[in-house]
């Protein structure tokens, strides 16, 4: 049988994500604020913590990949975005243990990401050896991820 409350919010998901994708991102996030109204999913607030991020919240991003873990801790994309966000804050200590459970996540498709992010907080502990085995990793998983590639050179510079 069919929920038209579930449906009406999936269609509202849908298109938050093309309104974000288009850099509108007000309308994105209303969007995606009505939708966890009428069925709140972790993809919908791990989403609308990325439009936060796009819009310099990175507190608030993190706020909200906190409630999409809360609603299905399985699914790994907030814990990987939590990582990144503290990497960005300068957090690098603190996003190790998020990326961490994003390895570790039963509902995930993309692991070369928290893999990539390790790296980077590693790189940025200059903790040389250790980021390196973690961008390898990234593209052992994801040969063209070209991120990891990066991240690699930027080690051999920063290692002659």
């Given at each position: 049988?069919?929920?038209?409350?579930?449906e009406?919010?999936?269609?509202?998901?849908?298109?938050?994500?093309a309104m974000?994708?288009?850099?509108e991102?007000?309308?994105?996030?209303?969007?995606y604020?009505?939708?966890?109204?009428?069925?709140?999913?972790?993809?919908?607030y791990?989403?609308?913590?990325?439009?936060?991020?796009?819009?310099?919240?990175?507190?608030?991003?993190?706020?909200e990949?906190?409630?999409?873990?809360?609603?299905?801790?399985t699914?790994?994309?907030?814990?990987?975005?939590?990582?990144a966000?503290?990497?960005?804050?300068?957090?690098?200590?603190?996003a190790?243990?998020?990326?961490?459970?994003?390895?570790?996540?039963?509902?995930?498709?993309?692991?070369?990401?928290?893999?990539?992010?390790?790296?980077?907080?590693?790189?940025?502990?200059?903790?040389?050896?250790?980021?390196r085995?973690?961008?390898?990793?990234?593209?052992?998983?994801e040969?063209?991820y070209?991120?990891a590639?990066?991240?690699?050179?930027?080690?051999?510079?920063?290692?002659?």
């Amino acid at each position: 049988m069919s929920d038209p409350k579930r449906e009406l919010a999936q269609e509202l998901f849908e298109r938050a994500y093309a309104m974000q994708m288009l850099g509108e991102l007000d309308l994105a996030a209303g969007m995606y604020k009505r939708s966890i109204e009428l069925h709140p999913t972790a993809e919908a607030y791990t989403f609308l913590g990325w439009t936060y991020r796009f819009q310099g919240k990175l507190k608030d991003a993190i706020e909200e990949c906190k409630k999409a873990i809360l609603v299905d801790p399985t699914f790994g994309n907030p814990y990987n975005d939590i990582g990144a966000y503290l990497i960005e804050l300068g957090q690098y200590d603190q996003a190790i243990p998020w990326l961490e459970q994003a390895l570790t996540s039963e509902r995930y498709d993309t692991y070369h990401y928290p893999w990539f992010n390790l790296g980077r907080a590693y790189m940025a502990k200059d903790e040389y050896k250790r980021a390196r085995e973690c961008f390898e990793k990234a593209l052992e998983i994801e040969p063209g991820y070209e991120q990891a590639r990066q991240g690699l050179r930027g080690l051999r510079l920063l290692v002659q």
